[in-house]
C-alpha cells in the first residue's frame, strides 16, 4: 500500500513539474511574441500597436528591461515625454549598461528643455561608444539650447562625418521630420542670444555655419561677414565663407577666402582641395592639380583627393591617365562610388564597355540611387547593341531624376 502511494506521490510531483515547465515556456513565448511584436510595429511606424504589444509583453516579464524601453521608444515617437521619461527610467533601472535606453532618455529630456540632464546622458552613451553618430547630433542640439555655440558646432560636424545619411534616415522615418528642422531649432536658440549680446561673435560664426548646411547661402555669408567684422582674423569663418562663396557659384572669393585659410594654416589640407574644387570649377586645371598635389603631401592616404586628379585628367581628356588616379583612390576606399562611376566613364570613353560596367555596377552596388550611373551603363550596352539591358536602366536613370535619357529612350525603347 505504501509503495502504492509513493508512485502516486511521485506522478503527482512529475506531473507538477511538467506544469510548471509549460506555464514558464507558456509565458516565454508569450512575452517574446508580443515584444517581437512590438519592435514591428515601431519599424511600421505604428506606435499605438507598439505600446499595446509592449504593455502586454511587460505584463508577462515586468523585469524586462528591452520591453520598458521599446514601450518608452513608442512613446517619444508619440510625443508622450512624460510617460516615456517614466518607463526609459525603470528599463535604466533594470540595466543601467545599454546605451540605447541613455541615448533615447537624453533625446526626451532635450525635448523637455532639461539640456543638462540631456548633455549627461549623451556622454554616458559616448562613454559606451564614442563613435554613436546619434549621440553627437543630440548632445549638439543640447548645447545649442545652452548657448554653447562652438560645442553645438563641432558636435554637428563629428554626427554629420559619422553618419550623416543615417541620421536623416532615422529622422525622416520615425520622427517625420529631418536634421534640418533641428538646425532650424538650434538657430533660434543662437538668435536669442544675439537678441542679449548683439556683438556675440561665437554666435555669428557657429549661425553662419549653420545655415550653410541648411542651404542658406546669402543668410550664412551675412552672418560670416558679422563674425569677420567683430573678429577680421576668424580663420574658421573665412573658411566656412569661402565654402558658402564656392557653392553659390562665387568662385574668385571662394578662392580668396581659401587662399587666406591657407595662409593662416587653417585646416590647410581641406583650404587646398577647396580651393582646388574651386578652381576646377574655373576649368584652371593646371591651378587645381597642383593644390591636389599639396592636399597629398598633407594628407597621402586621402582618397577624395586622387579621384580629383583623376577627374582632372579626364577634363584634359587623358582618361588612360586618369584610370591610374581613379585606381589609386579605390585602392585606399574600396567603397567611393564616385572612383568606380568615373573610371566607368573613362574606360566607356576607350571603349573598354565591358570593364566600363563592371566600375557601374559597383557605382550602384555602394549607391543604389546613382542616376548617373544606371545611364551611362545603359550608354555602355547601347555601344555594344544590347538593348534589351540598356532599356531598364534608362527608365530607372529617368525614374530617379537624370533628365537628359528621354531621346535614348524614344529611339532604343519601347514604353508600351
Excluded at 511587460?58 to 508619440?78: D, E
Excluded at 574668385?252 to 593662416?264: L, S
Excluded at 576607350?350 to 550602384?364: T, V
Aim: with cysteine; hydrophobic share 40%.
Amino acid at each position: 500500500m505504501a509503495k502504492r502511494t509513493f508512485v502516486i506521490s511521485l506522478t503527482a510531483l512529475l506531473l507538477c513539474i511538467l506544469i510548471v515547465v509549460f506555464l514558464l515556456g507558456s509565458r516565454t513565448r508569450f512575452f517574446t511574441n508580443y515584444f517581437t511584436k512590438g519592435n514591428a510595429s515601431i519599424e511600421e511606424g505604428k506606435y499605438d500597436e507598439a505600446i499595446a504589444s509592449f504593455e502586454k509583453a511587460i505584463r508577462w516579464r515586468k523585469t524586462s528591461a528591452p520591453a520598458w524601453l521599446g514601450l518608452a521608444r513608442a512613446q517619444y515617437f508619440l510625443r508622450q515625454y512624460d510617460d516615456a521619461l517614466d518607463r526609459v527610467n525603470r528599463s535604466i533601472k533594470l540595466d543601467s549598461l545599454v546605451p540605447e535606453a541613455h541615448l533615447y532618455r537624453g533625446m526626451i529630456f532635450s525635448r523637455k528643455m532639461k539640456h543638462p540632464e540631456a548633455i549627461t546622458d549623451f556622454n554616458t552613451v559616448l562613454e559606451f561608444d564614442s563613435l554613436s553618430a546619434r549621440a553627437y547630433y543630440h548632445r549638439g542640439i543640447s548645447l545649442a539650447g545652452l548657448g554653447d555655440f562652438m560645442g553645438s558646432v563641432a558636435d554637428y560636424r563629428k554626427a554629420m562625418e559619422l553618419d550623416k545619411e543615417g541620421i536623416e534616415a532615422f529622422l525622416k522615418k520615425y520622427e517625420g521630420r529631418s536634421s534640418m528642422d533641428d538646425y532650424r531649432e538650434a538657430i533660434d536658440n543662437y538668435n536669442r542670444q544675439l537678441a542679449e549680446n548683439a556683438r556675440n561673435e561665437a554666435a555669428f560664426a557657429s549661425l553662419g555655419y549653420l545655415k550653410l548646411n541648411l542651404g542658406d547661402l546669402e543668410g550664412a555669408i551675412h552672418d560670416f561677414n558679422k563674425a569677420l567684422e567683430f573678429n577680421p582674423g576668424n580663420a574658421e569663418a573665412i573658411f566656412n565663407r569661402g565654402a558658402a562663396y564656392a557653392r553659390e557659384g562665387n568662385f574668385d572669393a571662394a578662392i580668396a577666402d581659401f587662399t587666406t585659410a591657407i595662409e593662416k594654416k587653417h585646416k590647410p589640407g581641406k583650404a587646398y582641395y577647396n580651393r582646388a574644387l574651386a578652381y576646377t570649377q574655373q576649368q584652371k586645371i593646371s591651378e587645381a592639380m597642383r593644390d591636389i598635389r599639396e592636399v597629398l603631401k598633407l594628407e597621402p592616404g586621402n582618397a577624395h583627393a586622387y579621384l580629383t586628379l583623376g577627374v582632372l585628367s579626364s577634363m584634359k581628356k587623358d582618361y588612360q591617365g586618369s584610370l591610374l588616379w581613379y585606381d589609386k583612390a579605390i585602392a585606399l576606399d574600396t567603397l567611393l562610388a564616385e572612383a568606380y562611376f568615373n573610371r566607368g566613364v573613362s574606360k566607356g570613353n576607350l571603349q573598354m564597355h565591358p570593364e566600363a560596367i563592371f566600375d557601374y555596377n559597383k557605382a550602384i552596388e555602394y549607391r543604389p540611387g546613382y542616376a548617373d550611373a544606371y545611364y551611362t551603363r545603359a550608354v555602355s550596352n547601347i555601344s555594344m547593341n544590347r538593348i534589351q539591358d540598356a532599356c531598364p536602366d534608362l527608365m530607372k536613370a529617368r525614374e530617379l531624376g537624370f533628365k537628359d535619357g528621354d531621346e535614348l529612350i524614344s529611339i532604343y525603347c519601347d514604353e508600351k
